[in-house]
């Protein structure tokens, strides 16, 4: 399966974007699916995460309350709804996809082994 990712630009803080990744090749729906994002001079980490059936999701704290990931697997698309973004929230951001069983919810990046390109969102102060 390929990934790819868009939606990304420049919003000023406190706005929202909505990032979409979609996965082409075979369905989404057999795939855990995730988002990380890599902020320059820092690692790749995990920002939200979400079971294949799209029934349980996991967000890194500092997105908590901000962001939401949902799952459309008609569309073979995972999105990431961010609201109330802040500058901190300027990165990098990649979608990961990785054959899971239905409960499963990677939170690290060595667990993905499926990576989209990156899109860049960039929050002006």
């Known amino acids: 399966v390929q990934l790819q990712a868009s939606g990304g630009g420049l919003v000023q803080a406190g706005g929202s974007l909505r990032l979409s990744c979609t996965a082409s090749?075979?369905?989404?729906?057999?795939?855990?699916m995730g988002w990380f994002r890599q902020a320059p001079g820092k690692a790749r980490e995990f920002v939200a995460g979400?079971?294949?059936?799209?029934?349980?999701?996991s967000y890194a704290n500092p997105v908590k309350g901000r962001f939401t990931i949902s799952k459309d697997n008609a569309k073979n698309t995972v999105n990431l709804q961010m609201n109330s973004l802040k500058p901190e929230d300027t990165a990098i951001y990649y979608c990961a996809a990785k054959s899971a069983f239905s409960t499963v919810i990677g939170t690290s990046r060595g667990w993905y082994n499926l990576w989209g390109q990156g899109t860049l969102v960039t929050v002006s102060s």
């Open positions: 090749g075979q369905t989404s729906r057999n795939y855990a």
């Open positions: 979400i079971t294949r059936d799209g029934g349980s999701t």
